[in-house]
């Protein structure tokens, strides 16, 4: 059994049903001759939160620091947010970990601040430990979105290290090369059994093979949630095409729409099964960070038999008015 209540049930029925176009997909598998299973996998991937987070007071002074990005990074604009600032201050001090998150003037992460790089940037003197808990469990909204950022920040590094990009403006994963000049990508998985997956491909143009069509990009949209205490990562799959690797393709959502019509519930599946998989082998999570577990699954025997005596009563009372 999942565990969870009727009604959170519902709400994670609801968003499987979003993305693979229907609830009880897996009635699809008998009319294939292939026998119905007992479990419907949904797109929730269980977490273990790390066991404490860190926050310490920001000492930083941004126009100084736009100034010194400005000589020595090269940086050019204006920086938008004070999160671009403090990434800004960390580079200049060395610092290329994206696992932190700042709010209120004060830098959070599941690093030991105090013992990382980060301390570069805030009053060592401020820095303090909290328990997951008191982010996880707290009633003020601020501090859960916190850890939510928090949860998103730490895997985007780990994910960087596999070469597995965030895209800067919507916030989605998509796998690239993991060298230069790679035509494709694949990587072995395990499902019902082994696997391989291409991830990402570069494609030349018909009329002229020699020019760069697009990059092919396996993509996966990833949010936190909590549900009846228990916490989870949400994985939505996709593709991302891009012109040159990294900045989206004029013909993105051209090449989206006919790849979607080549897609049916079975492939959408395995592709959060591959997603899932991919993150649950990564094998610099160490055991009190941040780990994804299993994919979280809800029983349909028991909704078998519902149907069936319900059934059953509907024949009966066919049988009746006839008579």
């Known amino acids: 059994m999942s565990g969870l209540r009727l009604a959170a049930q519902e709400r994670v029925l609801a968003e ?15 009319s294939e001759g292939v026998a119905t299973p007992t479990a419907i996998t949904s797109n929730l991937q269980r977490i273990r939160l790390p066991e404490a987070a860190y926050v310490a ?11 010194r990005a400005k000589a020595e990074l090269n940086y050019k604009g204006k920086a938008k947010s004070r999160k671009s600032v403090v990434k800004m201050a960390l580079l200049l001090n060395g610092v290329e970990t ?53 949860l998103s920040a730490e895997t985007r590094e780990q994910l960087k290290k596999h070469h597995v990009r ?24 395990v499902g019902k059994k082994a696997a391989t997956r291409r991830v990402y491909e570069l494609k030349y143009q018909r009329k002229d093979p020699t020019k760069v069509a697009h990059h092919t990009h396996f993509s996966f949209d990833l949010t936190f949630t909590k549900l009846d205490g228990d916490w989870y990562a949400q994985i939505v799959p996709s593709w991302y095409y891009s012109y040159n690797g990294y900045v989206r393709s004029h013909w993105h959502e051209d090449l989206l729409s006919s790849q979607k019509r080549l897609e049916h519930n079975a492939s959408v ?17 160490e055991d009190d960070r941040l780990q994804f577990l299993s994919l979280l699954e809800f029983d349909v025997a028991e909704v078998d038999e519902a149907d069936q005596v319900e059934g059953d009563e509907d024949d009966d009372l066919a049988e009746g008015t006839a008579a």
């Open 57 to 67: 007071e920001l000492t930083i002074d941004d126009q100084a620091v736009i100034a």
């Open 98 to 150: 994206d696992a932190w998150v700042c709010h209120d003037n004060k830098l959070f992460a599941f690093l030991d601040i105090e013992q990382c790089g980060l301390r570069s940037v805030v009053d060592e003197g401020s820095a303090e430990r909290l328990e997951i808990s008191d982010l996880a469990n707290s009633p003020e909204l601020d501090n859960v979105n916190i850890l939510k950022q928090l």
């Open 269 to 285: 599946r395995n592709m959060v099964r591959f997603v899932a998989h991919f993150l649950s082998k990564l094998d610099d999570a």
């Open 16 to 30: 499987f049903k979003h993305i693979l176009g229907e609830v009880d997909a897996f009635i699809s598998f008998s």
């Open 166 to 189: 965030k895209h800067a403006k919507d916030g989605f994963f998509f796998f690239g090369p993991v060298e230069e000049g790679q035509i494709e990508r694949k990587e072995t998985w």
